[in-house]
């Protein structure tokens, strides 16, 4: 991994002609921040096997602010670029844009396009003015993450001693007759009362789609995450992609009762908007770090009395802090005696990092919303330097 710190002010007079000016089209606004960021390259511990092929290392950015009282907040920009996110290069460049010294007015005028740059900005802001969102569970619980294929057989068991009873299981990366014969040993292998989680990253077509929906139908799997048309590294999906996208995932959620579940497709404040006035029926999964106004987002699914589930974006102790707390704040679905009963988080990911100074809390079937208060940002940036 490697650091990139911030410029001095007299090295930045350039980043004057880029997004962060007055209406006017001067430099306006008190400058009261400082503004640094490293930028990282985090192998895992072991490569993320996906549908979109291996993952080896995680990048971003971690941003730091402090205010001329010396308040210091923490933010990460983690972006998906095969999610429809901008690149890490794209965030660093409007880091640099910023320049060292900055103010408020100028965060805001990032541009949405730079949408984990601009939730990094605003959740480093709220953090350095002492502001975060009361939390409505003192824990919440986490599903257990299950490598692809029959590894993960030997997984179930080892997880299901430690108390989980949610596990996702990703599929979609090799033959499908062969995952789907597997997926009845998976769930044999499932402790009584569990529920199984199939990610499939968009790798199906629509037949493909439809032969797992049928065959999970009488099996105790709670939702099919992603199961087609996700956008890919380099696209930028138009109008014809998203209404092919919407008319298929919308057949499919309609035409089976096993509950059907968007991750790739929601990686933006835009999308939920999108998929809620499209009168979407299932599941929104929800990866708060690639969101630019979070706070938005979230009254958004709240008037619509959205499914809700909070995932990770494999991103550092930084990012998760801020997204846990996010989950932690919603009251989440509500059962007909009106009480809240929020789905497991999908943060059951650590130890992800090579370099354990970056992970969040040991993934345990619960996490409380003390362990999230406990996650030290200073400690990463550390690592970082």
Not at 198 to 226: K, S, Y
Request: with cysteine.
């Amino acid at each position: 991994m490697n650091g990139v710190g911030s410029r001095s002010a007299g090295a930045n007079r350039k980043s004057e002609v880029g997004f962060a000016r007055g209406r006017s089209g001067a430099w306006c606004g008190a400058v009261n921040l400082r503004l640094q960021f490293r930028r990282y390259r985090a192998p895992f511990r072991a490569p993320v096997r996906t549908a979109h092929g291996m993952w080896p290392e995680r990048e971003g950015l971690i941003v730091r602010l402090e205010s001329e009282t010396g308040a210091v907040g923490f933010g990460e920009a983690a972006p998906i670029p095969w999610f429809g996110t901008e690149t890490v290069e794209e965030d660093e460049a409007g880091a640099r844009i910023l320049g060292e010294w900055t103010n408020a007015e100028h965060l805001a005028a990032v541009p949405e396009r730079l949408g984990c740059l601009k939730h990094a900005l605003a959740a480093a802001k709220a953090e350095l003015a002492g502001s975060k969102p009361t939390a409505a569970h003192k824990a919440l619980g986490v599903a257990a993450l299950l490598p692809a294929g029959r590894a993960a057989l030997a997984q179930i068991e080892p997880r299901a001693e430690l108390g989980f009873r949610v596990f996702k299981w990703k599929v979609g990366v090799a033959d499908t007759a062969d995952e789907i014969a597997l997926l009845d040993d998976v769930c044999a292998a499932l402790p009584g009362g569990s529920k199984l989680r199939l990610d499939a990253n968009g790798a199906w077509d629509r037949r493909t789609a439809e032969r797992w929906l049928e065959r999970c139908a009488d099996r105790p799997v709670e939702f099919v995450e992603q199961p087609c048309f996700a956008p890919r590294s380099g696209a930028t999906p138009g109008a014809a992609w998203r209404r092919k996208d919407e008319d298929l995932l919308l057949g499919l959620a309609g035409s089976f009762p096993t509950p059907i579940a968007l991750d790739e497709s929601v990686a933006g404040a835009g999308d939920i908007e999108r998929w809620i006035g499209a009168g979407w029926p299932g599941i929104l999964v929800i990866k708060p770090a690639l969101i630019a106004d979070l706070r938005a987002a979230l009254r958004t699914l709240e008037k619509a009395k959205a499914r809700v589930v909070f995932s990770s974006a494999l991103e550092t102790a930084v990012g998760a802090r801020g997204a846990m707390r996010a989950a932690f704040a919603w009251s989440g679905e509500r059962d007909a005696a009106g009480e809240s009963r929020p789905r497991a988080l999908g943060f059951g990911v650590w130890p992800l990092f090579a370099d354990t100074r970056l992970d969040g809390p040991v993934t345990m079937p619960f996490v409380r919303a003390e362990d999230v208060e406990r996650m030290n940002p200073e400690a990463v940036w550390t690592a970082l330097s």
